[in-house]
């Protein structure tokens, strides 16, 4: 009769144990994938699309099997994902060797103006309209990553792009000279949409290049992402660089960067005139902020390339 007992008490524990594992599957291949498998541990992301920028900045750089480690690793972790162009991503803190690893994903997923600045070194068709991350306590996080542009938006902004650069590209031309062109082009064919930046009235895209492309009309957003499509058709290394208020482009010419601010080349006159500055076309950090220091007031910390030298 013991001898019965006891089959039916281990049958039982078994049981038991069998729901325990189905139920908790997830948590606990996570937990080995964490804690007995290293090579598990490794972020490695191959699928990459067609915008994703193979080279780095020094604030951020592309990070390929490599297990994370300290901050810095996991801000490379978020720039590369949101750069590669997937929509979501799982990778698994290290949580032996990174005791910190699930704190510091909390604070940089809960730090937006962190989380935008990143987003300012992708490609405009790879940057994000929303990110959330999901993360529990054995290790595990999910990146998932909504985009600004839609595929049908990028199919029409990029066969505009390739009638405008064979209309104005000129190889017999300097570099210089065909960043003005298309600066020019830009501004001549975009009013600033203040409607939307003052009184908060949605009428157009003028956030996005989709804007001054198709309605003529942009706010900083719509001037910076369309003048960045014409650096990517350059082959010019290039990002956005944003203060509290503003942002604009940089873009490297023969290892030295520049400033370029459309916005503010293509002033709101109060007769309703249409004008065309260069004042903020390629031109260093000094220059920037003696132009204007409010707006243009950005973290040298983060956007590295154009930090003030003294």
């Known amino acids: 009769m013991k001898k019965v007992a006891r089959l039916v008490f281990t049958i039982g524990l078994l049981m038991i144990l069998t729901g325990v594992i189905l139920i908790r599957k997830d948590s606990i291949i996570t937990l ?18 067609e915008y994703y ?13 490599k297990v994370p480690s300290n901050y810095q690793d996991l ?16 990778f698994y803190c290290p949580r032996n060797e990174y005791e910190n690893c699930i704190d510091d994903v909390e604070n940089i997923a809960n730090n ?3 989380l935008s600045n990143i987003n300012n070194y992708v490609h405009p068709y790879n940057s994000f309209s929303h990110i959330e991350t999901e993360f529990d306590n054995l290790g595990k996080v999910t990146i998932s990553i909504e985009r600004h542009y839609s595929k049908s938006d990028i199919e029409k902004i990029n066969k505009k792009i390739d009638e405008i650069y064979k209309e ?22 975009t009013k600033y949409d203040s409607d939307r930046s003052d009184k908060n009235i949605v009428k157009y895209k ?31 290394k290039s990002y956005r660089v944003s203060s509290y208020l503003h942002i604009w482009n940089v873009v490297k010419i023969k290892d030295k960067w520049y400033h370029i601010d459309l916005t503010w080349d293509d002033p709101v006159l109060s007769d309703g005139t ?6 903020y076309m390629l031109i260093d950090t000094k220059k920037l902020l003696e132009l204007e220091k409010s707006q243009h007031n950005f973290d040298q910390n983060i956007f590295i390339e154009v930090k003030e030298v003294n």
């Open 32 to 49: 080995f994938n964490t804690h007995f498998s290293s090579n598990n541990a490794k972020v490695s992301i191959t699928d990459v699309n």
């Open 53 to 65: 920028r193979n080279y780095d900045f020094k604030f951020v750089q592309n990070i390929s099997n």
């Open 75 to 90: 801000l490379n972790v978020y720039y590369t994902v949101i750069n590669s162009g997937v929509d979501e991503f799982t």
């Open 112 to 114: 937006q103006t962190l």
């Open 168 to 189: 104005i590209y000129n190889d017999n031309i300097s570099v210089q000279d065909n960043i003005k062109a298309f600066h020019d082009y830009i501004v001549e064919n």
């Open 206 to 236: 003028s956030d996005t290049a989709y804007g001054p492309l198709f309605e003529g009309y942009a706010i900083c957003g719509g001037y910076t992402d369309l003048m960045e499509l014409f650096f990517e058709k350059m082959g010019l």
């Open 274 to 279: 249409d004008d065309v500055l260069h004042d």
